[in-house]
């Protein structure tokens, strides 16, 4: 009955705010592993109070959950709660005055612009055919001119590169839009990978008549595309090969890299906002840290009285 009501909601709050599918499943993580516990202690899912959630979360700190994780849970158990309240399945949402974690300011790891440009280079040479050296290539290449997660990138529909566009069309978190301007070496590589693709497509749908993917990045997976798991791997092998630590590199640092390199050479910390798909400029304004540190840095290293 629990696990139905669960899935329910997972259901409902997909439908209501067409939440990603991973936002989907870190709920159902997060409330499977709190219904566990309310079973391991005699409890029932409906009627738990105020205070047995704060047990739980204090369980959850015990174990030694990062502040991040412990904060999602509770965000969960809140919209969890808030469902059977709208529902008419309890007359409260329990967790609503629940105050959480928060989550730590560290400041997001970044790359260098000359081990941007070493990861750049090893691509272009990355991989045992012409066709895997071309993929690597326009992968990265769109990764750091469009700061794109790393979920949008190996999604995007082959549709958004025909026609050699200037700016692509990434669909976000929450189904949100987003339109991202294409450098001219991204736009090169994009349309070299796309020859290559609609050419290995045709000879694959002659030979075995599989239909055409919609994807810019197919794979023979269940999602139909490169999974982001492929990618990290693929992005830590590119990592050794450009002589860049592996353990600093990720597809999220390339991410931070791309927006705190635009902030250093000048762009609008809005414009930025606008190019990651961030909802609140709070979130882009860690940029700035970055910079402030960079700069601090600098003249305590370089100054000649320092």
Known sequence: MSAQLIARFIKAHAAELDAAQNTQLAYARDLSDYLDWLEADGAALLEA???R????????????LSRATRARRLASLRQFYRFTFEEGL???NPAIQIRGPGRSKRLPKTLSMA???ALLEAARSHGRTDFERTRTACMIELLYATGMRVSELVGLPVAAARGDPDMLLVRGKGGKERMVPLSPPARTAMAAWLAMRDSAEEAA?????TPASPFLF???GKAGHMTRQNFFQLLKALAVQAGVNPGTVTPHVLRHAFATHLLENGADLRVIQMLLGHADLSTTEIYTHVLE?????????KHPLA
């Open 115 to 117: 081990q941007v440009d």
């Open 205 to 209: 749908r002659q030979a075995h008549r």
């Open 90 to 92: 309890r007359g409260d």
């Open 49 to 51: 109070d105020r205070a």
């Open 53 to 64: 959630i704060e047990a739980y979360l204090v369980h959850c700190d015990a174990q030694g």
């Open 293 to 301: 540190s960079r700069l601090k840095e600098l003249v305590l290293t």
């Open 218 to 220: 197919p794979g023979r």
